[in-house]
C-alpha cells in the first residue's frame, strides 16, 4: 500500500483534438469508432450512426395517405381514444383535437381536384369518423 502512494500516477491525455480544434497527429488515420476503441474511452449505449445500415429502421414513405393517417392517429390521441405514444397514458384534449380536424377539413378543402379516388374516400372517411367522436365527446 506505501509503495503505491509512492509512485504517483500518469495523466494520458485522450483528447482526440488539440486546443486548436485540430485531430492529433496519432488519431488523424483512425475514423472515430476505432480512435475510440484504442483509445479505452469507447461509449456504451445506443450509437445510431455507427451502426450499419441494413441495421437501421428505414422511415416508411411519406405520401398523402400516410400524412393524413398521421393527423388522424394525433387526433385520436387528442380525443383520448389511443394512449399517447411519450407517456402511454390516454388523456383527452378537445382542443387540440378539434384543430387537427380543423386541419384536416382544410387539406380536404385545398386539395380538392387534386387528390385520387383512393385519397379522397380516405380523407373524407377519417374526417366523418373524426367529427363524430368529437362531436359524441363534447356533448
Not at 451502426?51 to 393524413?68: D, H, L, M
Request: no cysteine; charged share 35%.
Amino acid at each position: 500500500m506505501e509503495e503505491e502512494k509512492s509512485r504517483g500516477f500518469k495523466v494520458e491525455d485522450r483528447r482526440r483534438f488539440s486546443s486548436e480544434g485540430e485531430v492529433k497527429p496519432e488519431f488523424r488515420d483512425q475514423p472515430e469508432e476505432d480512435s475510440a476503441r484504442a483509445s479505452g474511452r469507447e461509449q456504451s449505449g445506443p450509437r445510431l450512426e455507427t451502426e450499419p445500415k441494413a441495421q437501421r429502421a428505414e422511415p416508411s414513405e411519406i405520401n398523402f395517405s400516410a400524412f393524413i393517417i398521421g393527423l388522424s392517429t394525433q387526433a385520436l390521441v387528442h380525443l383520448g381514444e389511443m394512449p399517447d405514444p411519450m407517456t402511454n397514458q390516454q388523456k383527452r384534449d378537445l382542443t387540440g383535437a378539434s384543430q387537427l380536424i380543423d386541419i384536416l377539413g382544410m387539406l380536404q378543402e385545398k386539395s380538392r381536384g387534386n387528390l385520387t379516388a383512393e385519397e379522397e374516400r380516405l380523407l373524407e372517411s377519417i374526417l366523418f369518423d373524426l367529427r363524430m367522436r368529437y362531436v359524441a365527446l363534447s356533448k
